[in-house]
């Protein structure tokens, strides 16, 4: 079985510039979140979508991160413009839906360094 | 909000020793899961506890679930070089969004110089 697809891996922008970043989740899982985990933290959620509908974006910094899910499969998270700070590892993580299958699987990551 | 202590921040292994580490949180879980991850790599998923009490084994990997809901152990038995890496604990609180996981700030396992 395949699993949680990301990139880039890596990407190097300058602040007020933009970036995306694509996910494609495990073939049958509904569920799909984006982390972002700054060096020496845990991973922080910013995003869980369920199928295409978002159940939980609380903590995503809707002023210049934005996120879809267009088929309820594929994901991209955007931010516009970039600030030093989101310098960061982004993962995005993929479920399955049954009531105990709280069970997350990661992707690889794509680092991002904001200069 | 929602807090994870993990501990300890890190740790250093000589080959063959056990090693131990836990989580507690400020809140009642209803799901404790482990994670191990390698530099350049996502978080790769040990062990998954469910209810309160628990104890499940992966290899030589052991996890409970503490019977208060508010903490977590995972116990490695007879280390090897290959375990070296950050381990986090995750929970899910009641009352949270469906599979909303707090991490905790992870456990770095090294090898003894």
């Known amino acids: 079985e395949a699993g949680v697809a990301q990139s880039p891996r890596y990407k190097i922008i300058e602040k007020r510039q933009s970036v995306a970043f694509w996910c494609n989740p495990i073939?049958?899982?509904?569920?799909l979140y984006w982390y972002q985990q700054i060096l020496g933290q845990g991973p922080k959620l910013l995003i869980q979508?369920?199928?295409?509908?978002?159940?939980?974006d609380s903590q995503l910094p809707k002023d210049r991160f934005s996120a879809e899910r267009l088929k309820g499969v594929d994901s991209t998270l955007k931010i516009q413009p970039a600030k030093l700070e989101d310098s960061a590892v982004y993962l995005c993580?993929?479920?399955?839906?049954?009531?105990?299958?709280?069970?997350?699987?990661f992707g690889p990551g794509t680092r991002l360094t904001v200069t | 909000g929602q807090q994870l202590n993990q501990s300890p921040q890190s740790m250093f292994i000589q080959e063959g020793e056990d090693v131990s580490m836990n989580c507690t949180s400020s809140?009642?879980?209803?799901?404790w899961l482990w994670y191990k991850q390698d530099p350049g790599e996502g978080p790769v998923l040990l062990i998954a506890?469910?209810?309160?009490?628990e104890l499940t084994s992966n290899g030589r990997l052991t996890a409970q679930f503490g019977i208060t809901r508010k903490d977590s152990f995972l116990n490695i038995s007879a280390s090897i070089p290959s375990d070296v890496g950050i381990y986090f604990c995750?929970?899910?609180?009641?009352?949270?969004?469906?599979?909303?996981?707090?991490f905790g700030k992870g456990t770095k396992l090294s090898v003894k110089p």
């Open positions: 809140s009642i879980f209803n799901t």
């Open positions: 073939s049958g899982h509904a569920t």
């Open positions: 995750a929970g899910r609180s009641y009352g949270g969004s469906q599979g909303n996981l707090i």
């Open positions: 979508f369920q199928n295409n509908g978002v159940v939980d």
């Open positions: 506890l469910y209810k309160a009490g």
């Open positions: 993580a993929s479920g399955g839906t049954s009531s105990w299958a709280y069970e997350q699987y």
